[in-house]
């Protein structure tokens, strides 16, 4: 079995002794019934990652020994961020694990014009938190010591003005551009419409703030296969994926 990942906030040292949070805890000795002395690898999103060693434990509480730690990382040099329109049901789930295995930095989930998901105040604060631990979990599985942040969801229309980055895409089928014709960005933000698609108007206002409409090739794409097609192909192009 290869050893666990365990993301925590705490603060990490060499030497140092912590005990992990109840979920962590209870993932360790119940659900991989790890024994005393057993490695695990722990992750705060500071800098690289630590090997450490169970101390004690029992179901709700493990305390580890951090023995050395290991200033590796596994982010790609293309900086992404993918704003997209929220969709119903575990799909939103699938977008936010599978864009943070591909490197994505940061996910906007957004309201468009055809979004027909409702959340409100406490309702959608549960959901970025609920998307947020998604992402942890992520980066737990993929290696990834750092861990992306989910922001607040939000309006399309306010998103639009505050996105910073060197090359703006929103993916339109009904266009022929494709990346080739681009040059290499550091930073990409892509942007990704509801099942219905962004309306002619959106997809104005993105281009009047400095998006460029990109294509995929001729097949139109769900809302949950299209961020990940992209950030596929932008790793590839200028990322780290070859």
Known sequence: MSVPRIFTPQALREGGELVLEEAASRHLASALRLQLDAQVILFNASGGEFQARIKTLDRKRVSLQVVTHNPVERESPLHTHLGIAVSRGERMDWVVQKATELGVNTISPLFSERTEVKLKSERAEKKVNH??????????????????????????????????????????????????????????????????????????????????????????????TAPLAALSLLQQQWGDMN
Do not use: Y
Not at 137 to 148: F, K
């Open 131 to 224: 998307w947020q631990q998604v992402a942890v979990s992520a980066c737990e599985q993929c290696g990834r010591n750092q861990v992306p942040r989910i922001a607040p969801l939000q309006q399309l229309s306010n998103w639009l003005p505050t996105v910073e980055a060197e090359c703006k895409l929103v993916l339109h089928h009904r266009n022929s551009n494709s990346l080739r014709e681009l040059g290499p960005p550091n930073s990409v933000a892509l942007l990704i419409g509801p099942e219905g698609g962004l309306s002619d108007l959106e997809i104005a206002n993105a281009s009047a703030v400095g998006f460029s409409a990109l294509a995929l090739g001729p097949r139109i794409l769900r809302t949950e």
